[in-house]
């Protein structure tokens, strides 16, 4: 099963990732989490990377694209991938078209988790990441069992640099003008599913899961 999510930073695409991939046993790919791992490594990709996350802008398309043809040929993606954060261009979407068909495969399912703008800035404000597993948690709507620590592994849980009001703008304006116009690329082919993302993570999983085992 080849899966596509969309939505807006903080719509919970990562938290549901990490349930569907368990679930379906197949790889979460996230553009975001490659470029953050390529920047704490300090590689070439990372320093690059760094210049336009810092600001909360996109990486240009030809480095973001370079990374998922790559991935996807990996054979762990032959019986499927969840693609997370990516597209997020017009662009993007077309190369991911002649990729999926360049490996004679092609998307299942686009899922569009729908949040409000204001509910997506307190969700994006109080993110707490695990430095070691990369779960993720909300100080209010998520928490942990103790403060600032991950209840999966016991690592540390940390703040990313881009979840502040001002980088959290930036990135919602980025989303707004590049990303949601791709809705209608997908709405076109007939394969995009709209989720109520507002609700409560576990019904929003299991709208997911109804929706990826055809029974909605
Ligand atoms: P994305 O990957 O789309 O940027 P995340 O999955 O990281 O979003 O979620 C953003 C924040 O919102 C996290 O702190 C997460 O714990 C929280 N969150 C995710 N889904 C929900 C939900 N359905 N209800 C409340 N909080 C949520
Ligand atoms: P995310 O973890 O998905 O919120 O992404 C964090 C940041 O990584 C974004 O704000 C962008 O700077 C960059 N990024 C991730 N995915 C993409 C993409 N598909 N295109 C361009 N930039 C991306």
Redo the contacts with the bound molecule.
């Keep these: 099963m080849n899966i596509l999510f969309m939505g807006p930073?903080g719509a919970g695409k990562g938290t549901q990732a990490e349930r569907i991939v368990s679930e379906f046993n197949i790889p979460h790919i996230?553009?975001?989490?490659a470029?953050r791992l390529a920047k704490s490594q300090g590689t070439p990709l990372g320093l690059e990377a760094q210049k336009?996350?810092d600001q909360?802008?996109?990486?240009p398309d030809d480095i973001?694209i370079g990374i998922v043809r790559e991935r996807l040929q990996q054979p762990d993606c032959e019986q499927g991938f969840l693609l997370d954060?990516?597209?997020?261009?017009t662009a993007?979407a077309e190369a991911l078209d002649e990729i999926m068909k360049s490996l004679g495969r092609e998307l299942n399912h686009v899922i569009n988790l729908k949040v409000d703008r204001d509910l997506l800035l307190a969700r994006l404000t109080g993110r707490r990441i695990c430095k070691s597993c990369g779960s993720t948690y909300h100080v209010m709507f998520n928490p942990p069992q103790v403060d600032g620590v991950c209840d999966k592994c016991q690592g540390e849980l940390y703040q990313r640099t881009?979840d502040n009001a001002e980088k959290v703008g930036t990135?919602l304006d980025e989303y707004v003008t590049k990303t949601a116009p791709l809705l209608e690329y997908y709405e076109a082919k007939g394969i995009l599913r709209q989720v109520d993302g507002e609700k409560e993570i576990d019904a929003v999983s299991q709208e997911i899961q109804s929706l990826l085992r055809g029974k909605a």
């Design positions: 930073p996230s553009t975001g989490d470029f336009y996350m909360g802008l996109y990486v973001t954060g990516f597209p997020r261009t993007q881009d990135r």
